[in-house]
């Protein structure tokens, strides 16, 4: 089990240059808007896009990539059940992206003066996001059948659950989109950074918990069919040959 | 069908990597046939060698006794996946596979090692003493994207043997090998076979195989045309010399030139003639084609090897 995590954050360190812009980029993202002129809910909707696209696209692309080279064939081959090596994968994944990310986070909560405790809130709240967000891009990588498309399904992923996060429209209270909005894993994410600026609380965090929870048994029992969309792969594997 | 064997002690042989097939055919997609009722049992402990041209179905079958395919028709039985200590049961090694490019090749073979079910110093001792049999001790700490196709292959092998499979199943395993390492590949694998592991290598280093294999079967267009022991093979054409004769000038009616035990096989170029009087012919047939008025350019001579008899077998070469 470990060895996955290992490996995922070895890799990820081997290659220091792609780790540091990783980590910059969003920082910049963040600096930039967090001491601009621009107001709370347009540059919470921002983050949460930038957020959303670290951990969905960052999640989706290599794991397609790694699919189209066979080498989630050879992992599972090699003995490392399907539904397992995503999971930890993604799991791996998240701790690399909260590592990335937090730098970001904190810039936003230092330009907005936020409290040590809507700091933690916060964090928790990116801490599931990436979670839930790597587990949606491998999903993504799942139904899409190239690497191009990947992308476009991730980033479709991305826009849609922002979306229903609440990030681009406040709902009205009874409408489908407020019902939405309280279902989403990224509710609280979103809320959250709004109280880093202007200190509301955040709601959704029952929601988050249960996708964090609900969507690795989802990954989990559709491990051998995500790996054989993937690449192919024999028995003790998939049947998708 | 695939029928997964099984880890129970009451059936060591499935246990411990018996593989029976029983017609086994498979064609990928709605192509052709590229297997047809394929037969083939390997026993506890047997090495055996398929062998065949490019196409005749080698790295197919390898495929499916590694369940990376299924066969379309036929009753596939293998091993348990894995043993009931955990250890997987399969090696496999074909001859390209992607690796972890920005890991060591040590790295690497640990993860694939522990995939398998190796712990700790067993893993890490059962690696590095494979990569130092193999060449790849100075290469460990090396990221696998700056090794040649020779160490990424060498470093297959490592990936395949480390966890001591049950089924060993490498396809084309000495490319890519200088000699000092072939003949570690083939003490290592004599070593798994005395230990009980099964191993089927899929190769064309026809001069190696006797060394290396139990049995040889030969593979031709998608069938098992022949199988046996090199020498129930070699045996089972009869003991025959093959004379190929360049010539500058041909003489007519060739066959009634040579006595009885020179027969020709092929009045091409070269003249190719076959006989069962060993080198003593030669110099008969040579003889008999000068007094003929023949004038000779060259004359080479072959004592029956494998290469022959499975030429002899399917009418085609086996380029080796």
Partial sequence: MTAVWGIEWRMALNDRRHFVLSALVPLAIAAAVATGVAAPRPAAALYVVVFLTFSILGAALPLRWDGERGIVRRVVRGGVPAGRYVILRAGAGATIDLVQLTPALLVVALAGGASPRAVVVALAALALSVWIGGLLGVLAAAVSRSLAETGLVAALAVLLFAHSAGAFEAADAGSLLAWIEALSPFRVLHEAMLDLTVGVTPNGLVAALLWAVLLPSLVWVLGDRIASSLGRVGRGGLAGV | ?320
């Fill in chain 2, 1 to 320: 069908m695939v029928v997964a064997g099984t880890s129970d002690p009451k059936e060591p042989g499935r246990a411990q990597g018996v593989v029976r097939a029983r017609g086994v055919g498979y064609r990928y997609g709605d192509g052709p046939a590229v297997l047809s009722e394929v037969d083939l049992d390997v026993g506890v402990g047997e090495i055996v060698a398929l062998v065949g041209p490019c196409g005749a179905g080698k790295s197919t079958l390898m495929r499916l006794l590694a369940s990376e395919l299924a066969p379309s028709s036929g009753l596939l039985e293998l091993p348990a996946r894995r043993s009931s200590a955990g250890r997987l049961m399969l090696g496999y090694a074909p001859p390209d596979d992607p690796h972890l490019e920005t890991l060591s090749g040590r790295d690497n073979a640990l993860f694939f090692a522990r995939a398998a079910g190796l712990r700790g110093t067993e893993a890490s001792g059962a690696v590095d003493e494979l990569m130092g049999l193999l060449g790849l001790a100075g290469d460990a700490q090396r990221p696998v994207a700056d090794y040649d196709s020779g160490a990424r292959r060498r470093l297959l092998l490592v990936e395949a043997l480390a966890h001591r499979p049950a089924l060993t199943l490498l396809d084309e395993p000495f490319l890519g090998l200088r000699q000092p390492e072939r003949e570690a590949l083939i003490h290592i694998l004599r070593v798994r076979s005395a230990q009980r592991g099964t191993v089927v290598v899929a190769s064309s280093k026809l001069p190696l195989l006797p060394e290396l294999a139990d049995r040889i079967l030969f593979m031709h267009e998608g069938r098992v045309v022949r199988g046996g022991r090199v020498a129930e093979l070699l045996s089972s054409v009869g003991p025959a010399t093959r004379i190929e004769i360049q010539l500058e000038r041909r003489p007519q009616h060739l066959e009634a030139r040579f006595r009885p035990g020179i027969t020709v096989i092929s009045h091409g170029d070269p003249l190719v003639l076959e006989s069962t009087r060993g080198q003593a012919a030669v110099g008969e047939a040579c003889s008999a084609l000068i007094a003929a008025g023949a004038v000779i350019r060259s004359v080479t001579v072959r004592e029956t090897d494998l290469a022959e008899v499975f030429r002899r077998v399917t009418g085609a070469e086996l380029a080796s």
